[in-house]
Nanobody
Framework: EVQLVESGGGLVQAGGSLRLSCTAS????????VAWYRQAEGNGCHLVAS???????YYVDSVKGRFTISRDNAENTVYLQMNSLKAEDTAMYYC????????????WGQGTKVTVSS
């Protein structure tokens, strides 16, 4: 069974940085597209960034230039480096892996909370 565990969330002041980690067990993340989603309170879940098996990264416009997604296959971990954080980045952040034919993801972590104080 594939399990994804996120870590690295917390409380940070606006302008600060955090690095989120997504570590997998039961599967090799290097064989999978991996994405980070976020869900702010009262809102839906939205894609933040993704990285393909080949290492191609995608970012939504609101985080371009501030967030960087990367992978360390030796550690079976995908990271999301978040810089210049804004209050609107406050959300629960989820890691997802295993792209489906319908365009979604099969496996999800439990999430890590990011709170940015203004």
């Amino acid at each position: 069974e594939v399990q994804l565990v996120e870590s690295g969330g917390g409380l940070v002041q606006a302008g600060g940085s955090l690095r989120l980690s997504c570590t997998a067990s039961g599967s090799t993340l290097g064989d999978s597209d991996v994405a980070w989603y976020r869900q702010a309170e009262g809102n839906g879940c939205h894609l933040v960034a993704s990285i393909s098996r080949a290492g191609t990264a995608y970012y939504v416009d609101s985080v371009k230039g501030r967030f960087t997604i990367s992978r360390d296959n030796a550690e079976n971990t995908v990271y999301l480096q978040m810089n210049s954080l804004k209050a609107e980045d406050t959300a629960m952040y989820y890691c997802a892996a295993g792209c489906t034919a319908a365009g979604g993801y099969k496996f999800w972590g439990q999430g890590t909370k990011v709170t940015v104080s203004s």
